[in-house]
């Protein structure tokens, strides 16, 4: 017979975390906005490469949209291995990736 032991401990801190990760979620997206963020994937931590202005305003213009690209190139150039670029929003504002 399958016997379930119910730990009210394990169940609140499973879902603390949970909530926890859906808000460095929401906190990275945020970010990305005006940042170009990198680093592992599930990691603990990540770098920004931060900008005054959000990137969509930056890229509205051709020589804003080239400093973007400069420093994404820069960026993806200088990844240690098993890190990555998290933000979903730059080939919608026409950054090659």
């Known amino acids: 017979m399958f016997e379930f032991t119910f730990d009210m401990d394990t169940l609140i801190n499973e879902i603390f975390s949970k909530i926890e990760a859906e808000i460095e979620k929401k906190k990275i997206i945020k970010k990305c906005e005006t940042a170009i ?5 599930n990691g603990t931590s990540y770098r920004i490469l931060d900008f ?7 890229a509205s213009t051709q020589v804003g949209k080239a400093i973007i690209q400069r420093h994404y190139n820069e ?14 929003n730059l080939r919608e504002i026409g950054i090659v990736l």
């Open 75 to 88: 960026v993806k150039r200088n990844l240690q291995q098993g890190e990555e670029v998290f933000n979903e």
């Open 37 to 41: 963020l990198y680093g592992k994937q």
């Open 52 to 58: 005054k202005k959000s990137l969509r305003e930056i």
